[in-house]
DNA sequence: CGGTCGATTGAACTCGTTCAAAATCCGTGG
DNA sequence: CCACGGATTTTGAACGAGTTCAATCGACCG
């Protein structure tokens, strides 16, 4: 991003606080906003008519989401961390980039990763057994700075277990589960339940993908 | 799209005739072009290491594929069917959508429901049955006009059986039992192989999505 | 009419779910 | 600082949907 794109994006976004359980927007919601995480990480869900849940994504700093077609939400967003988040007006944005090509090429070169990204998702949803869709959620974990720290090995998983569970379309007992196979391997070690010290190599190699 | 977006289109497009088997690409090649069908279906897949193999997708009339952020296409496109398809230099492309702001943000919003629909389709592949999962395979293909006839009802499908349960995560014996219990219930009768009649009313309210 | 390939059916098995119980974590107040 | 209580996670055992493998069926083609 150019500088100039930046202070531009700078000029029509509004910075909020938020703290864990911070409901950003439901689903059905009038979709008004774009959001862009600073600081935190961020839930994307959606509530099924019986009562299921589907974790879509997790976002983390830089992270963008609350695009939508058809001027509705579709999914829940809340904030687990306490965090910063910047949002921009949808009708403010969509003139940004409409004044600058560059910067729209930008959104549109990132959401082909998105989705990208959702392939891969969907091969591991389809084709993987529980604890490869752990292992690959836990690197998903670490390529992120914000929770792993390489010195220390220690990764901060700032959701809960269902979280994590619905992420990955399994039962939460089968998170706990497949964590504890991958800890009776010695490729992780709960240090407590959001603490978890990882061998990262050897989770690497633990997953074929 | 507006008529001067549609002649600068076709001013760097190629088009080529396919016929069913046709390979428009294979994954690990260099992206050097962005496809649109015209006429025909196209199918996306990925090829894992163990042989297992994911459908990603089936592109109609109109759809665009070949987008990859990397350099290098992740995936495989075949046609299935004969068929006209329109291509266009990837360079060529991106100099048109950065002179025509309009257009790129058509693209955008392309992508964004792109977006949407691979949520939908992970929420499918997590949590419903199999013969949930085959009704939204039907009710998507009739959604198109090129395979279905609401007059007759009659629904023409391109692609075998495993395509089908590549596509939806299953195995192809699963497709075949979700069919018969459709069968057994008179929502679809089997013509042959390829050709489906179809209750759509009752295929409907039979997907509780 | 026989042969081949894809689709369907059948039967055993497996992985993950479900439901219930035990263990652990964590905030609160003594 | 430690003990208590509710919530979350982990463990255990039974169950079930879907897979796997093998056999049968059916369509298409020489």
């Given at each position: ?87 921009f007006q ?111 190599p050897r ?7």
């Amino acid at each position: 991003m150019t500088p100039s794109d930046q202070t531009a994006l700078m000029a029509i976004g509004e910075a909020m606080d938020v703290r864990p359980g911070t409901k950003l927007f439901r689903q059905g919601d009038a979709a008004t906003h774009i959001y862009m995480v600073e600081s935190g990480v961020v839930r994307i869900s959606h509530d099924l008519l019986d009562g299921k849940r589907q974790v879509l994504a997790f976002r983390w700093g830089g992270d963008v989401f609350g695009m939508a077609a058809g001027g509705r939400y579709l999914n829940n967003a809340d904030a687990l961390d306490k965090g910063r988040i910047q949002r921009f007006q949808a009708e403010r944005l969509q003139e940004l980039l409409l004044s600058r090509p560059h910067m729209q090429n930008r959104f549109l070169l990132q959401a082909t990763a998105e989705i990208s990204l959702q392939q891969h998702r969907i091969i591991l949803m389809a084709k993987y057994d529980v604890v490869t869709k752990v292992v690959a959620f836990l690197l998903e974990c670490c390529g992120n700075g914000q929770c792993f720290d390489p010195a220390t090995q220690i990764l901060k998983l700032p959701m809960s277990r269902p979280d994590i569970a619905d992420y990955m379309g399994v039962a939460t007992e089968s998170v706990s589960r497949a964590l504890g196979v991958l800890e009776r391997r010695k490729i992780i070690h709960r240090h407590d339940m959001h603490h978890l010290a990882i061998d990262l190599p050897r989770l690497r190699d633990c997953a074929r993908l």
